[in-house]
């Protein structure tokens, strides 16, 4: 039976047995700004909130997330709540709003120059620094009294989302033990020896074994998480049943790798799709050639220089390929308060700069590089139209421009160019997958891509397909909700006031 958002429905109702769903995030799933004068509300750029939007219409409840557009004050009610999608309210955004300070230390802090960089194998070395963590700290206390306010003297599930609310799970529990808490770590879980180097170990250990169950992409990374509570706690580690019992309190780890919704991608793609590749052709100052194609954050887990090289290298290896291909980078802007991003942008646009420079001709470029965020429907369309999308991150959780890559290819054309150290190759066998550190094998796998014969793209394509299409959204969050759900039996939740 195929999971869709009906179904998922269906177990949410049995899973949540009457109880409150609540959502906690940073990132919110709708901004709301000014534009000349008007109130206009946005999407943000965000894999996180692209794949918790089609949950949250198919089970309802309160999104808690903070509020970071200039116009968010301005639609809410009286109790910082707003109903969301704005064009087809399905459930509740619920804002809590973050002073200047609060935001630089808990999210340019720590959040972004400790625990990103600590996560990833990007080579980044993390900032430790005493007075972001007490910001980190503050931040999670805020949220949870904003979830308890939510939640007063009902029962509920509460399901927290990524690195951002370390904390949280722990400072719900010791105000109701009642609740059901999950958590969902979005980004890689590092090795024991890795993770060692941080001061407050101890303190975010804590903090995720207040839930019940956390859950991760890939088995990997759980195997990481109870080694490093292994070493680093006094408690019980039961590698059966893949589980951590710290003060008489159990907790779960679970793979769940997430994945998108591709009847949503397959709805924002357009109906004439010749007119919209000459559309997009045309605004991107391109002609017939091939296109290959990168949409990511501008990260520096992304690999973006490292495929921008490539490029670069693919000409000096396949002289040929002069003029008959152009990659496309997207790159929407991120986190550029913090130095380390400005300068991935200033390395990013240097690259561009010299690489166009060296082999451009009266007429062609190789690399057209866009700085700003774009809607799913360009991204959707401009995916749909490429001979390749290219997904070289140096690290990633899992990566879902890959998966929305091949959900947008009704046509069975295309080839996906993965990097191995995204959780998405451990499900998309069928990419050419690479190493983004070695620049000329991802060169050969640009020219593979370019070169690949029809029918292998075919037989490709259509094997990713039937892996993203079996293994949506839906059946994510449902499997989840699932295992969520038998805590909300044993516990019998009833409620209590507070």
Aim: charged share 25%.
């Amino acid at each position: 039976m195929s999971w869709t958002r009906h179904r998922l429905q269906n177990v949410a109702v049995e899973a949540l047995q009457g109880a409150k769903f609540v959502v906690v995030a940073n990132r919110e799933p709708f901004s709301h700004t000014f534009v000349d004068g008007q109130i206009r509300w946005e999407e943000p750029a965000s894999g996180l909130t692209t794949a918790l939007d089609p949950v949250m219409r198919a089970c309802g409840g309160v999104w808690v997330a903070h509020g970071s557009g200039d116009a968010d004050k301005d639609v809410v009610d009286e109790h910082d709540r707003v109903l969301v999608p704005p064009d087809d309210p399905a459930y509740t955004l619920r804002r809590v709003w973050l002073s200047k300070a609060e935001e630089n230390g808990f999210y340019c802090g720590f959040s972004n120059e400790a625990l990103w960089p600590l996560c990833h194998i990007a080579y980044t070395r993390p900032k430790f620094n005493s007075a972001d963590w007490e910001q980190y700290r503050q931040v999670n206390q805020k949220f949870a009294d904003a979830v308890l306010e939510e939640v007063a003297g009902e029962a509920a599930v509460v399901f927290v989302q990524d690195y951002h609310f370390a904390l949280l799970p722990g400072m719900l529990k010791a105000a109701r033990p009642d609740l059901v808490v999950a958590q969902f770590w979005h980004i890689p879980w590092p090795n024991r020896e890795a993770f060692r180097v941080c001061p407050w170990q101890e303190e975010l250990l804590d903090g995720l074994l207040g839930n019940d169950l956390l859950s991760f992409h890939i088995q990997y990374h759980c195997n990481n998480f109870l080694e490093t509570v292994d070493r680093s706690l006094e408690s019980r580690v039961d590698w059966e049943r893949f589980s951590v019992t710290r003060f008489g309190v159990t907790t779960l780890v679970r793979p769940h790798p997430i994945s998108i919704a591709p009847d949503l991608v397959i709805a924002e793609l357009p109906d004439n799709i010749e007119y919209e590749e000459f559309r997009l052709r045309k605004t991107l100052g391109v002609r017939d050639e091939a296109l290959l194609v990168g949409v990511d954050r501008a990260d520096y887990t992304k690999g973006i220089p490292e495929r921008l090289r490539a490029v670069d290298r693919l000409i000096a290896m396949y002289p040929e390929t002069r003029e008959r291909f152009v990659f496309v980078q997207i790159a929407a802007p991120s986190r550029m308060h913090i130095a380390g991003y400005a300068a991935l942008n200033r390395e990013i646009e240097t690259l561009v700069e010299e690489i166009n420079w060296r082999h451009r001709t009266t007429a062609w470029q190789p690399i057209v590089y866009i700085n700003e965020h774009r809607s799913h429907k360009c991204v959707y369309s401009l995916l749909r139209i490429a001979t390749a999308c290219v997904v070289s991150s140096v690290h990633d959780g899992m990566n879902l421009v890959a998966k929305e890559f091949v959900a947008s290819r009704e046509d069975l054309r295309g080839t996906l160019i993965l990097s191995r150290f995204a959780g998405a190759a451990h499900e998309l066998r069928d990419a050419v997958q690479v190493n983004p550190y070695d620049v000329d094998g991802l060169a050969e796998a640009m020219h593979v891509a370019l070169t690949m014969p029809a029918a292998e793209q075919e037989d490709r394509m259509r094997r990713m397909r039937q892996q993203v299409a079996d293994h949506n959204i839906y059946r994510w969050a449902g499997k989840l909700l699932a295992e969520i759900g038998e805590f909300v039996s044993d516990r019998q939740l009833t409620g209590v006031e507070v």
